[in-house]
Nanobody, 126 residues
Framework: QVQLVESGGGLVQAGGSLRLSCAAS????????MGWFRQAPGKEREFVTAITWSAGISYYIDSVRGRFTISRDNAKNTVYLQMNSLKPEDTAVYFC???????????????????WGQGTQVTVSS
C-alpha cells in the first residue's frame, strides 16, 4: 500500500500559478508512475497528467499541455504539479494518484491507479 499526501492548493486569479506537491510513503518501491486527476463541481473525475517514476516520461491532456508541468523527485518520493496560466475552468479538487500494483504503463484510466491522496482544492477566479 502507498500512502499519498497532497499540499499546495488554494485560490488564485486567472493567469496566476500554483504548485501542488504529493508525498508518497509506504511501499514506494511499487510505484511505476504517479499522476494527477481533478474533479470539478458536478463533473466526473478526469485524468490530467502522469509521469513515469524511473524515466520521468510525462503525459498530459490537451487542455493543460503547455501550461502544466509534472515532475518528480525520486529521492523525496514526491511528485509536483506546476500550474501556470491558470484558467477558471481549471477550478477543481486535484487528486494525486499512484499506479495500482502490477500496472506498469500509463493509460490515464482511473481504474489503473490504486492509491489516492485526499485531494486539494484549486480555485481560479476570473
Amino acid at each position: 500500500q502507498v500512502q499519498l499526501v497532497e499540499s499546495g492548493g488554494g485560490l488564485v486569479q486567472a493567469g496566476g500559478s500554483l504548485r501542488l506537491s504529493c508525498a508518497a510513503s509506504g511501499r514506494t518501491f511499487a510505484i511505476n508512475y504517479m499522476g494527477w486527476f481533478r474533479q470539478a463541481p458536478g463533473k466526473e473525475r478526469e485524468f490530467v497528467t502522469a509521469i513515469t517514476w524511473s524515466a520521468g516520461i510525462s503525459y498530459y491532456i490537451d487542455s493543460v499541455r503547455g501550461r502544466f508541468t509534472i515532475s518528480r523527485d525520486n529521492a523525496k518520493n514526491t511528485v509536483y504539479l506546476q500550474m501556470n496560466s491558470l484558467k477558471p475552468e481549471d477550478t477543481a479538487v486535484y487528486f494525486c494518484a499512484a499506479n495500482r500494483l502490477g500496472i506498469n504503463y500509463v493509460t490515464g484510466r482511473e481504474a489503473d491507479f490504486g492509491s489516492w491522496g485526499q485531494g486539494t482544492q484549486v480555485t481560479v477566479s476570473s
